[in-house]
Nanobody, 115 residues
């Protein structure tokens, strides 16, 4: 069974930075489309950023220019570098791996942006 384990969340002041990591227990990490999603209290889960097996990326408009998604296939790890954080970025961030019918989620990591 594939497991996704996120880390790197925490409390940061507005304007600060965090880097999230997601380690995936699989030997075929490179073929997955990987994504970061987030869910704020009272809101639906939304896609933040996605990276394909060929390293194509896309971002939701609100994080463009501030967040960078990347992957290290040798380490089975997905990253999200978050800069210039805003209070509205506060949410639980989830790692996702998908390919065809396969769709798996991590347990989430809390990111809180507050002074």
């Amino acid at each position: 069974q594939v497991q996704l384990v996120e880390s790197g969340g925490g409390l940061v002041q507005p304007g600060g930075s965090l880097r999230l990591s997601c380690v995936v227990s699989t030997n075929i990490f490179s073929i997955y489309i990987m994504g970061w999603y987030r869910q704020a209290p009272g809101k639906q889960r939304e896609l933040v950023a996605q990276i394909t097996s060929s390293y194509d990326t896309n971002y939701t408009d609100s994080v463009k220019g501030r967040f960078t998604i990347s992957r290290n296939n040798a380490k089975n790890t997905l990253y999200l570098q978050m800069n210039s954080l805003k209070p509205e970025d506060t949410a639980v961030y989830y790692c996702n791996a998908k390919r065809r019918q396969f769709d798996s989620w991590g347990q989430g990591t809390q990111v809180t942006v507050s002074s």
